[in-house]
Nanobody
Framework: QVQLVESGGGLVQAGGSLRLSCAAS??????MAWFRQAPGKEREFVAA????????YSGDSVKGRFTISRNNAKNTVYLQMNSLKPEDTAVYYC???????????WGQGTRVTVSS
């Protein structure tokens, strides 16, 4: 049973930084990703990383500001978010799958609010 637990969300001022974490159990070799969903909007891809961490992918809206990484010894994936903007406000979800798409395993989400 794969379980994903996100943490690190909160309230931050525009221009600030946050680091999200996703602790995984039940697997260690899956592709992992972050998605987000803002109020009234569809879920949006943020970033993904292969299981060895050799390849990463980012959505256009976060390129140059957000960085995904993982520590397989800790079974944890991170999302470092810099230069945050109010439009980054959303619930951020961690996802995993051996061969996406689709991603079949999801966390409960962690809320990020960026104030202007």
């Amino acid at each position: 049973q794969v379980q994903l637990v996100e943490s690190g969300g909160g309230l931050v001022q525009a221009g600030g930084s946050l680091r999200l974490s996703c602790a995984a159990s039940g697997h260690s070799t899956y592709v992992m990703a972050w998605f987000r969903q803002a109020p009234g909007k569809e879920r949006e891809f943020v970033a993904a990383i292969t299981w060895r961490g050799r390849s990463t992918y980012s959505g256009d809206s976060v390129k140059g500001r957000f960085t995904i990484s993982r520590n397989n010894a800790k079974n944890t994936v991170y999302l470092q978010m810099n230069s945050l903007k109010p439009e980054d406000t959303a619930v951020y979800y961690c996802a995993a799958d051996p061969s996406p798409p689709p991603y079949n395993y999801w966390g409960q989400g962690t809320r990020v609010t960026v104030s202007s």
